[in-house]
């Protein structure tokens, strides 16, 4: 049997989405300064740690293919991410990030590929290179297409949102039923933990039924 992890999508998980009022939009930091974590995300991960799971974060970034931001800005914010989990007493093992767009801006990352969410690849490669059972492995992360990736791994999976009935009616519509929904990363190491000591009798698992009536832990 190979080692265990969960895998951490970032925007929106660790870290807080971010005004680009350049763009006019909502989206992923672009520098190191304007990075920062969730509260209560350093944590959660040395919580994890703690149960014995490494800790991979995997992540779309494609805002290098869109001229968003440089390698060196995307490194700068690793850099910082894993100076802050180190900080709050935790620590990652491994970060893997899908650059690609179709629609890149540069030649180079123009392409449809196979790490890029909603396609398992980075969980794939991730679970070659550790030596990951990936049935035994939790996904979490904000996005359908944290979902459906951890799904076609076969991991267990975890939807993190405060929102209800417009996240439930995303998740049908594309047909991405995770596992269980939880508010934010520190929910989701609660539910991990009673799933990893076997006291998860009274967890419920998600339903969109029960979804559309409040069923966020």
Known sequence: ???????????GVINPMVHHPEFGIVDSPGNAAEFSLLAGAGEAIARFNRLGLLVVVVSNQPGIAKKRFTVS?????????????????GKIDATYYCCHHPDAALPLYRKA??????????????????????????????????????RAAGSTTLFVSSRK?????DLERHNAQP???????????????RLEKGNARSLEKFSSVKCAIGQIR
């Open 73 to 89: 800005q995307l490194d700068a914010m690793t850099n910082k991410m894993i100076r802050l989990v180190r900080r709050a007493g």
């Open 179 to 193: 596992d269980f929904l939880v508010r934010d990363l520190l929910s989701a190491t609660d539910v991990i933990e």
């Open 113 to 150: 590929c196979q790490c890029r969410k909603p396609s398992p690849g980075m969980l794939l490669t991730a679970a070659r290179k550790m030596s990951l059972d990936l049935g035994s492995c939790y996904m979490v992360g904000d996005g359908v297409s944290d979902i459906l990736a951890g």
């Open 1 to 11: 049997m190979g080692s265990r992890a969960v895998f951490l999508d970032r925007d």
């Open 165 to 169: 009935c417009y996240v439930c009616d």
